[in-house]
């Protein structure tokens, strides 16, 4: 892994050059390929003398990403605003490659790490994006293992790290379905260090009965284009988001569906997950295309192979009193918005 190597190197001699407080910032919902890079990213940076808070945006929602933390005992802070960051004085971003609340506190981007298609032209001292890996895990796997500051050393805080990065794999690669051969080579060289009753638990955590009734709207509300299907599940509480994505990838295994799209509102926002087994179809480029980019140049969605999500801000409508007109208002918006992409708003009414 010479090629790993190299690249640790470099983000280490990224790190060294930023004296104080860092913060790794998971942009969107944390997820256990977010939680495991941003954790490993972090303890790459203690080896080399750095503090290092891992922060997150919106909160912990999907039930066993909460397991995930407790479990392995995740240290996080969450930042809800941008005089959150002024104690720090670096950032890194994992699993994501672009960001708008710790830009606008004007920090240093230290280091960008992830797998995603790229939005916009990702600015930091060190960039390490790749496109062909399944999960960020896989990179920040490689390197902990060929860093010389021996991060993962035998012990307890190695086996939990080992745990947690073998998690974020095999979720972010449909418990390896979409694996890489490097998603493969990465897990491999963790998987005597890995805690296989924790890894296990994780993988089987029970749906909670919120999620169950989210995945109930949406099959109440499904709409079938051909081999497209869509929802829309109403108001959803910000701790039960993920539930958004649980529907979509439920809707997803109606016979002759190849994508499907779920969508609810959580906290002021419009806010949407889409999975596919369309070859020819790219999330990120769909969902671009299809809602947009927002007032600060970024696409108001994103993805990789098989999966995306968008998040459109509401702004003032949020305040709206009338709560149901508002959601048939944006309902409809969205609706439309599909059927257009995808050719069909002439065969509806």
Not at 130 to 143: K, M, P, Q
Not at 175 to 184: C, G, K, N, P, V
Not at 224 to 234: P, R, S
Not at 256 to 276: H, N, P
């Amino acid at each position: 892994m010479d090629g790993a190597e190299s690249r640790v190197g470099q983000l280490l001699e990224a790190l060294r050059k930023h004296e104080g407080r860092h913060v790794v910032v998971i942009r969107g919902y944390p997820d256990p390929d977010s939680l495991a890079s941003a954790w490993a990213h972090q303890k790459l940076a203690a080896s080399v003398g750095i503090e290092c808070d891992i922060a997150h945006l919106p909160l912990v929602s999907r039930a066993e990403n909460r397991a995930m933390v407790n479990l392995l005992d995740l240290p996080l802070v969450r930042v809800t605003a941008p005089e959150d960051l002024d104690r720090y004085s670096a950032l890194s971003l994992v699993d994501a490659n672009s960001i708008e609340l710790p830009r606008s506190a004007g920090l240093p981007c230290v280091s960008i790490v992830d797998h995603h298609a790229i939005q916009g032209k990702p600015v930091a001292d060190f960039v390490d994006i790749r496109l062909g890996v399944g999960a960020a895990s896989t990179i920040y796997t490689e390197y902990v293992i060929e860093a010389p500051t021996r991060v993962l050393e035998s012990g307890t805080i190695a086996t939990r790290l080992a745990t947690a990065l073998a998690y974020g794999i095999r979720s972010d690669t449909d418990d390896l379905l979409h694996a890489s051969a490097d998603d493969l080579r990465a897990l491999a060289s963790i998987i005597e260090l890995v805690d296989t009753d924790v890894l296990s638990a994780l993988s089987r955590y029970a749906i909670p009965s919120s999620s169950m009734r989210i995945m109930r709207r949406a099959l109440e509300a499904m709409q079938v284009e051909g081999t497209w299907v869509f929802a829309g599940v109403g108001q959803v509480r910000s701790q039960d988001r993920d539930a958004i994505g649980q529907a979509a990838d439920f809707l997803l295994r109606r016979e002759g569906i190849k994508t499907a799209i779920t969508f609810g509102l959580v906290e002021g926002w419009i806010d949407g997950s889409l999975r596919t087994t369309d070859a020819s179809l790219d999330p990120a480029t769909w969902l671009r295309d299809a809602f947009g980019i927002g007032p600060l140049g970024m696409p108001y969605g994103g993805g990789r192979r098989g999966k995306g999500g968008f998040q459109i801000p509401l702004g003032p409508l949020a305040a709206c009193p009338n709560q149901d007109a508002l959601w048939q208002v944006v309902r409809e918006m969205i609706e439309d918005t599909i059927r257009k992409r995808i050719g069909t708003s002439d065969e509806v009414g």
